[in-house]
Nanobody, 115 residues
Framework: QVQLVESGGGLVQPGRSLRLSCAASGNSFSIYFMGWYRQAPGKQREWVAR?????DSAYADSVKGRFAISRDNAKTYLQMDSLKPEDTAIYYC???????????WGQGTQVTVSS
């Protein structure tokens, strides 16, 4: 079993930055992909970014150029710059094995972008 714990969320003004962190524990050696989803009120869960063990990364169009994902073994980080009110959501850390047959989710951390 793998456990994921997110941190770093909070209230921030538009245009400012936040960095989210996610640490995996348990059988973390099996993890190949790590990434982030988010869910805003009244909207479906949206994929944000992911990074593989080999460093390959990908981003949703809505955050491309503003967010950056990084990886340090069983930890992943999401640097969020130029935040917009539309970025307000609960952000969930995600991890998966190389086959994606086993997936894991964190409990979520709230990000609120408001003046």
């Amino acid at each position: 079993q793998v456990q994921l714990v997110e941190s770093g969320g909070g209230l921030v003004q538009p245009g400012r930055s936040l960095r989210l962190s996610c640490a995996a524990s348990g059988n973390s050696f099996s993890i190949y992909f790590m990434g982030w989803y988010r869910q805003a009120p009244g909207k479906q869960r949206e994929w944000v970014a992911r990074i593989a063990n080999n460093g390959d990364s990908a981003y949703a169009d809505s955050v491309k150029g503003r967010f950056a994902i990084s990886r340090d073994n069983a930890k992943t980080y999401l640097q969020m710059d130029s935040l917009k009110p539309e970025d307000t959501a609960i952000y969930y850390c995600w991890a998966a094995t190389v086959t994606r047959l086993q997936t894991y989710w964190g409990q979520g951390t709230q990000v609120t972008v408001s003046s």
